[in-house]
């Protein structure tokens, strides 16, 4: 496994980080996302989505669970926020064979919540808030 930190001064870099992870999926690709709550891990996901052209609001699924992302040259995305789960158990109420396919890329916020129920991950995102526009990312491949 490789580990590689970086510092994310500002809101406008962690855009631009989530474009550059953009680059660097492929179809089936699975990303866990881990950070407390404000560390940016939607605002990652607002740079990953407008690098592929998306034009719209992305906002957190939090109330949703998940929301999908439709591209005409690139894989569906589809954006979990994992936060609201009370028991693990409640993620097959997603009704996850649906998302996790091989033609589909899936961002996963709060991973954690669903403890072992998730597909293995092909990247794990550790981001930690070092102030109030600074984070620190950790990233496991």
Known sequence: MHKT???IPNE???LKFGGELADQVKAGDI??????LGAGKTTLVRGFLHH???QGKVKSPTYTLVETYFFSDFPTVHHFDLYRLKDPEEFFFLGP????????ICLIEWPEKAKNLLPKAIAKCYITIINS???RIS???
């Open 12 to 14: 406008k870099a962690m």
């Open 31 to 36: 990303i866990y996302l881990y950070g407390e």
């Open 5 to 7: 930190t970086i510092s």
């Open 133 to 135: 526009n600074e984070r």
């Open 139 to 141: 990233m496991e491949r």
């Open 97 to 104: 064979d649906n998302y996790f396919t091989p033609e589909n």
């Open 52 to 54: 592929l052209n998306y």
